[in-house]
């Protein structure tokens, strides 16, 4: 098995915003966790998007840097699939086994 690290930098938070945000929305369609917001923001997923790029204007890199960890270990499991679907997909013989962050 080979381990492969990315370090990644000068990350796009509004792309990540668009691909997570209605992820958060479809968690909050399947339960009572959103309340009234969650509900309006799981019918409108542009809303949604529209709030997650203003509040990311007004946070500090290291927030926006623990927000992004944070979703990456929530979704880690959709986005394993994502990545191994996307493999498949071009004919590349790899096992995506695993998904780590960590903050250095």
Do not use: W
């Amino acid at each position: 098995m080979i381990e492969v690290k990315i370090l990644v930098d000068n990350i796009n938070y509004e792309s990540v915003a668009e691909f997570l945000v209605p992820l958060l929305a479809d968690s909050m369609k399947s339960g009572d966790k959103g309340g009234i917001l969650g509900g309006i923001l799981a019918g409108n997923p542009e809303m949604a998007t529209n709030m997650a790029r203003t509040i990311l204007k007004t946070m500090s890199q290291e927030k926006k840097d623990e927000l992004l960890l944070q979703m990456l270990g929530k979704y880690r499991d959709k986005i394993l699939a994502g990545g191994r679907s996307a493999l498949g997909k071009h004919g590349i013989g790899v096992e995506l086994c695993d998904i780590s962050a960590r903050k250095v």
